[in-house]
């Protein structure tokens, strides 16, 4: 995509409230058919061959419009026009924020993943002429900043949708390395047989059964000598989950690509921290491994031993996610002494059937810490819903074998999914855990994502750290 500022080219586009009055005769004729209302996410295209081309795009009721409602709008208009294959638009922007709304709008209007159609067809480049009260330079910052985040963003979307046949945890540690150690990021890779010498005990019993052998990811990014303070990220990486002996019906196994959801997302928000040379601290942890079945699996009724000391109850060897978690979050609050930690993982189904797709669920030990998350996301348009905290959902992660159980029941399954995390935060630092199950990867297109995975929170991470320069 290209931007340029105070042209006039292609479709001129004209956007337009419920409550817009405008006496242009087109608007007032398509309004009166019914054509065109100016609710959110409509779009009416008037594209003669001879005279000029008009696009109308609706951003619903005035009084209630947010950012987020701008992304949408211009990502169908775009969507529309690249059907009527219209390359050239003119669009009038307001002010800045909305300038970033739009352009992300329209770049996710682009994306798709199609390297596995054969008959696949390059979209020509789109021009986009923005008319504006900007200077140049306040142009050309908005615009690139945009365009690095909408570029982790679907770098992130990438890794997810990527099958476990060619993304397994050695060739994604191989993508780590090579994108990530260009921007100054320190990345190491520790295989099994190192992991073991690491004392990685519980995280070794998920991935042991597969032929693809685990592989433990550290990525420092450390950019502010001024501050003593290291923010950690951990994103869960089972790279596939078939459940293990617990196992899970085709139904459910099909998407398991995803379950590496939350490294995708902790990768993403590194390489974008890192673009944007953000003056942080950051270390992130990605315990990679596939969730397999063979002789050598972990079972139902074992007990494991971790990292931390602390021995495991293996309850179900489908609730993976939690073990490998707890290793890579001991990791990082123990080995690594990070100040803050945040982890990201499609953990539960419980979590899908509570908030569905749209709203991440969260459990957090530190409410001044989740409210600031809580900011970040709402900034990038990514919903997060807290989830209550208390004593009698930790009871029900009980053992009565080992210090603690991988499940904790059917009832409140994403409570006591991150509560069983909890148990592995060294020193009760300040947490957030984010249960991106739903969010992560889409069964329906939603808004301005398309089916698939979403890239979620590598924005709000990203504005996290952006916002306190
Ligand atoms: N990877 C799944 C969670 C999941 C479900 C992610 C749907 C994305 C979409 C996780 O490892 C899992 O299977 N969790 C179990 C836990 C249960 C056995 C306590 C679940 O949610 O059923
Ligand atoms: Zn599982
Ligand atoms: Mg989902």
Not at 313 to 329: F, K, M, P, W, Y
Not at 407 to 414: E, K, L, P, S, V
Request: net charge negative; glycine share 8%; aromatic share 10%.
């Amino acid at each position: 995509m290209k931007f340029q500022l105070n042209d006039n080219i292609g479709v001129q586009v004209k956007q337009f409230f419920v409550e817009s009055n405008n006496d242009t005769s087109l608007y007032n004729y398509v309004k009166n058919k019914g054509l065109f209302s100016g609710k959110l996410g409509e779009v009416y295209l008037n594209l003669p061959f001879n005279d000029t081309k008009e696009a109308f795009v609706g951003l619903g009721h005035e009084d209630i419009v947010t950012i987020d409602n701008y992304r949408e709008a211009y990502c169908n208009l775009l969507k529309r026009l690249i059907d009527n294959k219209e390359y050239e638009l003119t669009i009038s922007v307001e002010n800045i924020e909305t300038l970033k709304a739009i352009v992300e709008g329209l770049y996710h209007a682009t994306y798709k993943f199609d390297k596995y159609k054969s008959n696949r067809v390059e979209l020509p480049e789109i021009i986009v002429n923005i008319n504006a009260n900007f200077t140049e330079n306040e142009f050309v910052d908005a615009i690139k900043e945009t365009e690095d985040v909408m570029d982790s963003v679907f770098f992130a979307r990438n890794l997810v949708n990527e099958r476990s046949e060619y993304l397994y945890p050695e060739t994604l540690a191989n993508i780590v390395v090579d994108s990530l150690s260009p921007l100054g990021i320190d990345v190491e890779v520790y295989d099994e047989k190192q992991c073991e010498e690491m004392g990685l005990k519980a995280f070794l019993s998920v991935g042991r059964a597969s032929a693809r052998k685990p592989r433990f990811i550290v990525m420092k990014y450390m950019n502010d000598s001024e501050s003593n303070e290291v923010i950690g990220f951990v994103g869960k990486g089972v790279t596939y989950d078939t459940g293990g002996y617990s196992l899970k019906p085709t139904s459910g196994m099909t998407t398991m690509h995803c379950d590496m959801g939350g490294a995708g997302s902790v990768i993403g928000a590194m390489r974008l921290i890192a673009k944007r040379k953000l003056k942080a601290n950051v270390v992130a942890v990605v315990a990679a491994c596939e969730n397999m079945i063979s002789g050598s699996s972990y079972k139902p009724g074992d007990v494991i031993y971790s990292l931390s000391g602390k021995t495991i109850e293996v309850d179900n060897t489908d609730a993976e996610g939690r073990i490998t978690l707890a290793d890579s979050v001991y990791y990082a609050t123990n080995k690594l002494k990070v100040s803050k930690i945040i982890d990201l993982a499609t953990l539960t189904g419980a979590c899908v059937v509570a908030l569905g797709e749209f709203y991440t669920g969260s459990v957090t030990n530190n409410q001044q810490f989740f409210d600031e998350l809580k900011c970040a996301a709402e900034n990038a348009g990514e919903r997060v819903w807290q989830m209550p905290v208390d004593n009698s959902y930790r009871a029900l992660n009980k053992s009565s074998v080992a210090d603690v159980k991988n499940t904790g029941g059917r009832y409140g399954g994403m409570i006591t999914a991150g509560l069983f995390i909890e148990n592995f935060v060294d020193n009760n630092i300040p947490w957030i855990h984010l249960d991106i199950a739903g969010t992560a990867y889409l069964t329906k297109p939603e808004k301005y994502l398309a089916s698939g995975a979403t890239g979620i929170h590598v924005k709000t991470l990203f504005n996290l750290l952006n916002t306190k320069k």
